[in-house]
């Protein structure tokens, strides 16, 4: 439980630092690609522990196919609350898609 915690921490600072600038278009580029930096550098804290204590417990397949679902949902709820844009049937269709690729990964054979 602790790798996903710690993965959702790191995907909010990740979606925050690679789309949270799209609001403010009219900075400069390379003020806009310094704070991103900046926040990318949180987003690393937390993410590098995460696969180092998931690991003992995930493979790696599994961790990116977790911190894939995590992107997913952590990107719906910020593009819906702070980008005010539409959530759409196509968003929902493809996140049954990765339920089933969560499936195919986790499932033994």
Known sequence: MVTVVL???SNI???IAWYGHL??????LFFVI???WLIAFVEYCFQVP???IGHHQFTAAQLKTI?????LVV???FSIVYLKEDFKW???VGFAFMIGAVFFVFKKW
């Open 34 to 36: 310094l704070i991103s």
């Open 7 to 9: 993965l959702v921490i």
């Open 50 to 52: 995460a696969n180092r």
């Open 67 to 71: 911190q894939e679902v995590i992107t």
């Open 75 to 77: 990107f719906c709820v």
């Open 23 to 28: 609001k403010f278009k009219s900075s400069p």
């Open 90 to 92: 196509n968003y929902l």
């Open 13 to 15: 600072f990740m979606t």
